[in-house]
């Protein structure tokens, strides 16, 4: 499960629309919306392609985004 509130975040925090990364990862603004909000899921390869595009270097930032605990 992603984390979305830490999504959110590190989106804002990059500057970049989220039109612009759904694009990047070859997904609709609709098929991001849906992966952001668990309601799908992103393939390894988009995951590997957001954090180039928002700058999550660290394994421990990755996982606490996009690996979240169910009810964390």
């Given amino acids: 499960m992603n984390n979305l509130e830490l999504l959110e975040s590190k989106i804002a925090e990059s500057g970049k629309k989220k039109s612009f990364l759904a694009k990047k ?15 799908a899921e992103f393939k390894a390869s988009q995951i590997q392609i957001l954090c180039e595009e928002l700058n999550i270097d660290s394994l421990e930032e990755k996982q606490s985004i996009f690996f979240a605990e169910v009810g964390a």
């Fill in 25 to 39: 990862v070859g997904l609709t603004p609709a098929g991001f919306r849906n992966c952001c909000t668990n309601k």
